[in-house]
């Protein structure tokens, strides 16, 4: 249930969150095989790390995300996040990312 919860998260605000902070989205996915199911992959695209550090703390500190991060339906027990795995990729000079 708290997979779905955190869909319901993305869906009621996240997205258009994660583009107000200067985050550019380029996918959202639900893992179908493997380990650790249910779970959540996005990737997120910023010019540099300095953006990327930026906008991480602009939508961090977004009062919209608090008060969706704090909203009674996404605080229940458990979590909507038991695990964080953070990739920082750099593009190939043919990359179309």
Do not use: I
């Not at 319901?8 to 985050?23: D, I, L, P, Q, V």
């Not at 939508?59 to 695990?83: G, I, Q």
């Amino acid at each position: 249930m708290d997979h779905v919860r955190k869909v319901e998260m993305f869906h009621n605000g996240e997205f258009g969150f994660f583009a107000k902070a200067g985050a550019t989205g380029v996918f959202y996915a639900d893992t179908l095989v493997g380990p650790n199911l249910p779970n959540l992959t996005y990737m997120l695209s910023f010019p540099d790390m300095t953006s990327l550090e930026a906008d991480w703390e602009k939508f961090s500190a977004d009062p919209d995300w608090k008060k969706l991060s704090a909203d009674s339906r996404f605080k229940l027990d458990p979590p909507t996040v038991s695990n964080v795995t953070s990739l920082v990729l750099r593009p190939l000079a043919y990359s179309q990312v």
